[in-house]
């Protein structure tokens, strides 16, 4: 278990619909990132917080947005949802005080399943 | 072109086999790599982390960055059924700046 919460686990809905994804991070981590994977793309960088600030940014549509609140946790809003925006969604965190780049880890929850039909 | 390459196999080897998995990336500026294996139904989670060129071994695990072909490797001696799972390589810029992962190659090791 790597301490990383993702609600829910699985997700229906239908094309046009908006649904958001919830992620409580380790405790004491302060980063938290959401990554996107799918079959062709893989696991795509989508954004992160850190202590409530947005640090980067990667390849996320307008419909989506995020935030991370003074508790840490953080959620992912997906709206206008479309056919292709099937895919299962990773929340991680990280202390963030080093550098996701660096040896510091980032610990995967097990994903947010979303299937538009 | 992606900018981290992977074959995503499937690769099916006999247990105690020498396994080799293997991704390319375009980026000459790139200066950590690491390896990430990811179970079924589970989230990824960190195997080997490299800083710019040469080998790191951790038990039966060696992670190999050879940057003058912008080739990254990672070996598994003696694998395990246990070590079946998708193999995602990544790699960034700098510190801070969020990684790039390959499609990842899943392995399957056969009793």
């Known amino acids: 278990d790597s301490g990383v919460t993702q609600t829910p686990k699985h997700l229906i809905t239908a094309t046009g619909q908006r649904v958001t994804l919830r992620c409580s991070p380790r405790?004491?981590?302060?980063?938290v990132y959401w990554y996107q994977q799918s079959l062709d793309q893989g696991l795509q960088f989508l954004i992160q917080?850190?202590?409530?600030?947005?640090?980067a940014k990667g390849n996320i549509l307008e419909r989506f947005s995020a935030q991370q609140f003074p508790d840490l946790h953080s959620e992912l809003n997906l709206s206008s949802l479309e056919l292709g925006d099937s895919a299962l969604y990773f929340c991680?965190?990280?202390?963030?005080?080093?550098?996701?780049?660096?040896?510091?880890?980032?610990?995967f929850g097990s994903g947010t399943q979303l299937s538009v039909l | 072109q992606k900018e981290v390459e992977q074959d995503p196999g499937p690769l099916s080897v006999p247990e105690g086999a020498i396994v080799s998995l293997n991704c390319t990336y375009s980026?000459?500026?790139?200066?950590?790599f690491m390896w990430y294996r990811q179970y079924s139904r589970k989230g990824p989670e960190l195997l080997m982390y490299?800083?710019?060129?040469g080998n790191k071994e951790d038990g039966r695990f060696t992670a190999q960055v050879d940057k003058s072909s912008k080739y990254i490797s990672l070996f598994i001696r003696d694998s395990q059924p246990s070590d079946s799972a998708t193999y995602l390589c990544?790699?960034?810029?700098?510190?801070?700046?969020?990684?790039?992962f390959g499609k990842g190659t899943r392995l399957s090791v056969i009793a």
């Open positions: 490299t800083y710019s060129s």
């Open positions: 980026n000459s500026a790139f200066q950590y």
């Open positions: 990544a790699s960034s810029l700098s510190g801070n700046t969020p990684l790039v």
């Open positions: 405790s004491g981590d302060l980063s």
């Open positions: 991680a965190s990280s202390t963030g005080d080093r550098g996701v780049g660096t040896d510091e880890k980032l610990f």
């Open positions: 917080y850190y202590n409530g600030e947005e640090r």
